[in-house]
């Protein structure tokens, strides 16, 4: 057995901190993309690229007999996680970005939080919260206020199908983590056995499409990016920022940084001018995930 990581609290933090700067590239990563490749060549090139990431990651860790005797055991289970992501998770995720305007997919899919809570207490009988249901609440209003483009009195949704595909995703990650808690194990072989059978759906759905048309150089650029940062790499630095940390709370707080420097991206690259509906319905969104997680208490009883 290979020795425990040795606890090193500056490392954590640099490293969730380059997890977190990852994430914050990812948003306009998304939308670039979709300016060359459809939302299904994105999803595929950047499963493939993922999965070649983390065949090297548990080829390096000499978990291959681990993983096949992970296969023997749950391989239904990890034909349903292919299903929910790469495959369904991050297609309707593409779209949404495709309709929307990236600043605001980027607060709807914080949602996710808030809804495994909620899913948690049938699926996993765990005890709803009086802060879950206060946290759904604050969250939903935000998701109102970017959905209404803020204007609330007249609950016109600018873009209602887009919304619903982002809201949609959020669920579908939520059912993805779900299964990875009903299967338990290690966190690569999970992520590589269920982007290995997601392989297959993709390659059903390219079928089923046809037309497949060969993107150009820029159309490869964006999706190897997604591929590396936002299915691989971040995962990969997160991992091993709570390997090395002794307060995980400490590290898990660190993504509240990404939402405003993604923000900030998606304004740079991609040129969008930030509405204020998008800033209210986020902090309205954080707000409701910082209750849910208890963050505020903890704040409030230090003083």
């Not at 808030?114 to 005890?127: D, M, R, Y």
């Not at 971040?234 to 940390?245: D, G, I, R």
């Not at 400490?250 to 304004?267: D, E, F, H, T």
């Amino acid at each position: 057995m290979g020795s425990l990581p040795t606890v090193d609290n500056r490392r954590a933090v640099m490293l969730a901190l380059a997890a977190v700067l990852c994430w914050s590239t990812v948003a306009s990563a998304f939308k670039l993309s979709l300016q060359h490749v459809s939302p299904l060549q994105l999803v595929s090139v950047a499963a493939l690229v993922s999965t070649l990431v983390m065949s090297i990651v548990v080829t390096r860790e000499g978990r291959w007999g681990d993983l096949r005797l992970a296969w023997r055991r749950n391989w239904r289970w990890y034909v349903a996680l292919g299903f929910c992501n790469p495959f369904l998770y991050y297609l309707v995720l593409f779209y949404a970005y495709d309709m929307l305007p990236a600043q605001q997919v980027l607060p709807l899919n914080y949602t996710w939080g808030i809804l495994l809570a909620l899913l948690s207490v049938p699926v996993l009988k765990q005890e709803l919260r009086t802060q879950d249901l206060v946290a759904a609440l604050i969250c939903y209003s935000g998701v109102l206020v970017i959905a209404t483009g803020g204007n609330l009195l007249g609950l016109r949704f600018e873009q209602p199908l887009g919304v619903g595909l982002a809201l949609f995703s959020t669920l579908i990650w939520c059912c993805f983590w779900l299964l990875n808690t009903r299967i338990g194990g290690n966190a690569s072989i999970n992520l590589l056995l269920s982007f290995l059978c997601g392989l297959p759906w993709l390659a059903g759905a390219i079928l089923v499409q046809g037309d497949w048309q060969w993107p150009p150089l820029a159309g490869w650029l964006g999706p190897i990016y997604v591929g590396l940062f936002e299915m691989g790499i971040a995962f990969l630095l997160w991992q091993a920022a709570l390997m090395h940390c002794d307060n995980t709370a400490r590290i898990s707080n660190l993504i509240y940084l990404s939402p405003p420097l993604s923000l900030l991206l998606i304004a740079i690259l991609v040129g969008e001018k930030i509405q204020m509906a998008t800033i209210v319905g986020l902090v309205f969104i954080m707000l409701g995930v910082a209750v849910q997680q208890g963050l505020l208490r903890r704040l409030i009883y230090k003083r």
